[in-house]
Each structure stands twice: as C-alpha cells, then as structure tokens.
C-alpha cells in the first residue's frame, strides 16, 4: 500500500510537470484612483460691522471701542469723513465730540467739548454713558496737566525777567561799590606837602 501510494504521488507530480505552464498573467492595469476632491476650506464669514448707534447692547458698544481705536491711526481722514457727512444726527454729534477731545486739539477746543461731553454722557444709555466716561476723565486730567504745564511755564518766565533785573541791578551796585571804592583809597593816601622855593613847607 505504501509503494502504491508513493507511486501515485509520482505520477501526480509527473504529469504536473507536463503540462503546459500557464501563460504568465500580466497584472491588471491598475486604474488610477480618482484624486479625492480637496476639503474646501470655508472661510469663516467676515463678521458684519455693527453700525455705530446710541444703544446699549453688546455688539454697539463692540463698535464704538473698535472706532475709537481705529481713530486714532487716522484722525485727519476721520475728520475729513465726517466734515463731508451731511447726516447730522446724534451718532455724528458724538463722533464729532470723540474727535474733538484729541489731544492734537487746541486746549480750549478740548476745554468747551469737555463740557459738551459731560451734557451728552448725561443723555446717552448708562453702558454707553460709562464706556465714553473714560474719554471724558483722561482729557479732563489732560486739561489740568496742561493748565499746571501753562501756569508753571509762566511762573518760570516772570522768575527768569526777576532774575535779569537782579543781575542788572546787583551789576550797578558794583559799578557804585567800585567807585566808592577808589574815592575811598584816593582819601586815605597821604598828603604830599608842597614845599616852597626855600624849603619851607
């Protein structure tokens, strides 16, 4: 049974081998994946400028620090927007306000805004009233700092002409001082006596 066996396997193996090789199989063409379509990036929506108002809720006080802060890199081009807008209401009354308490301002500009302000603050929503406060209390300090400034550089000029006269004054003093001075040695010099032909004083 064994040698039965071992003959069947060698002529399984035999007859493998004669039997025509296959053809050699070329690989499949490989198809080229469709390129995944790029995940568009949506760009978040830009945030729609909140007009400036005379309300109190979040999104206009938002606007009125960001024009405050945009402002001051082009006050002359803010001035020159709002001098050419022929709607007068109560949102340009108080950028015209914001704008004047620049401190590029004259002094006494800044000083009769400052009283407008006050009335305005007066009128305006409480949140709105305190967020335009501050613009109110740093020119208010503005204003003193530059009065003091005003009233020390004018005490400074009437000290600098005191000192000036003092000068001119103490230098006459020494002028007389010196003259006393020589009348006072011409006096103690001894006298010379004179004496006559025969030698006689």
């Known amino acids: 049974m064994k040698t039965r066996l071992i003959l069947a396997s060698l002529l399984l193996l035999t007859g493998c081998q004669l039997l025509p090789a ?9 198809q080229p994946l ?13 945030p729609v400028a909140t007009p400036l108002a005379i309300r ?3 999104a206009t006080l ?12 082009r006050i ?3 001035r020159e927007l709002l001098n050419a807008d022929t709607a007068q209401d109560d949102v340009w009354q108080l950028k015209r306000t914001i704008l004047q308490l620049h401190p590029d301002t004259p002094y006494l500009s800044r000083l ?23 613009d109110l209390a740093f020119n208010q300090k503005l204003l003193e700092a530059e009065s003091a400034v005003s009233a020390l550089t004018r005490l ?9 006269r003092l000068q001119k004054t103490n230098k006459e003093l020494q002028k007389k001082i010196d003259a006393l001075t020589q009348i006072e040695a011409q006096l103690n010099q001894p006298a010379v006596v004179q004496e006559d032909n025969n030698g006689q004083p």
């Not at 938002?62 to 890199?73: D, I, P, S």
């Not at 009769?112 to 406060?133: D, G, I, K, N, Y």
């Open 112 to 134: 009769r805004v400052q009283m407008q302000l006050a009335e305005q603050l007066a009128t305006l929503p409480a949140p709105l009233a305190a967020l335009l406060s501050w």
């Open 156 to 164: 400074n000029a009437q000290q600098h002409d005191n000192i000036d």
């Open 34 to 46: 469709e390129a995944e379509p790029e995940a568009v990036a949506l760009s978040e929506p830009e």
């Open 62 to 73: 938002q606007a009125w620090v960001n024009y405050r802060a945009g402002m001051l890199n």
């Open 56 to 58: 109190d809720d979040a």
């Open 22 to 30: 296959p053809a050699p199989t070329q690989p499949a063409p490989v």
């Open 76 to 78: 002359n081009e803010e």
